[in-house]
DNA sequence: TATTGTTATACTCTATAACTATA
DNA sequence: TATAGTTATAGAGTATAACAATA
């Protein structure tokens, strides 16, 4: 057994790693959780969407979106308004002051990206981007299946 | 902004994905936590160790070891002896009972790991482990620099 | 009866730092 | 004074499930 070689341990280090390293920019000076920030970035990209599908895209779930929400909500940064067409829903939209938060912050977090991404050459990236996909599906299917 | 494109995101989706995968394993089976797994991993390899070093090796922090070195040592699977060059070192030792657990459940754990590394091609995995590397190193630098 | 979202609860993790014993 | 390891504590995150409102 090697552990410095062992690929679930080395991307638990990296993960870490790199959430460290973008969560200096959203948390410290946006005081955001990381759960907070993906709702929010997820709102970046469609004004409105309902609390179940801003779950799905960020693969929280329903109370870590719940929360989250709250605490958003409670900043101002985000409303939610109820669905007329099913008011069991709730729809999630940023406010003004959620939009000026943003436009402040993914600036400076694509920037880290951008700067971890230096690391690696134009072939490592695509390389990065199709292992990443497939070992996530394999991932997710070696779970279910027990 | 682009969640499902954005690295650090996707690096933390895979990591709990592949964490789940493989501590469905050492968890459910043989009840360690991630950490307990760690040091018992670290044992593996070497058959004392002291406390320090298995911290430094595993990324845990002192505490981590401590408390996962706490409870191992309760069920009987290491043991903590004085270090008699300098009495404020623990050396970290397997028990037999320790060794025993290690059999089983590492070759369990290395199968999760081959069946996950199925999903890529021998290219494909010569790339991860460069693609991972340079990007720790990078995450840490940039986490330092602030 | 099923679904959305909220709340409750208990549990685990994490981070900081105080403490002890040694050096 | 500094270090190794333990303990204390508070805060954050996680998981399960009960619950209210709606469908």
Redesign the interface.
């Known amino acids: 057994?090697?552990?410095?070689a062992?690929?679930?341990?080395?991307?638990?280090?990296?993960?870490?790693?790199?959430?460290?390293?973008?969560s200096?920019v959203y948390g410290e000076r946006f005081q955001l959780t990381?759960d907070e920030w993906?709702v929010l970035?997820?709102l970046?990209?469609s004004d409105a969407m309902k609390s179940t599908a801003a779950a799905l895209?960020?693969?929280l779930d329903k109370m870590q979106v719940s929360r989250a929400c709250t605490r958003l909500e409670g900043r101002g940064l985000i409303r939610r308004d109820e669905d007329p067409e099913d008011r069991r829903n709730k729809i999630l939209r940023l406010t003004p002051e959620g939009r000026d938060l943003?436009d402040q912050v993914?600036p400076l977090?694509?920037a880290?990206?951008a700067?971890?991404?230096?690391?690696?050459d134009f072939q490592?990236r695509l390389?990065?981007e199709?292992?990443?996909d497939?070992?996530?599906?394999?991932?997710?299917s070696?779970?279910q299946s027990?």
């Open positions: 057994m090697n552990l410095q062992f690929l679930p341990y080395r991307l638990a280090v990296l993960s870490e790693a790199v959430s460290r390293c973008v200096q990381r993906r970035a997820a970046a990209e895209y960020t693969t943003l993914v977090v694509q880290r990206e700067d971890l991404l230096r690391a690696l490592e390389a990065l199709q292992v990443l497939k070992l996530l599906a394999r991932a997710r070696i779970s027990g």
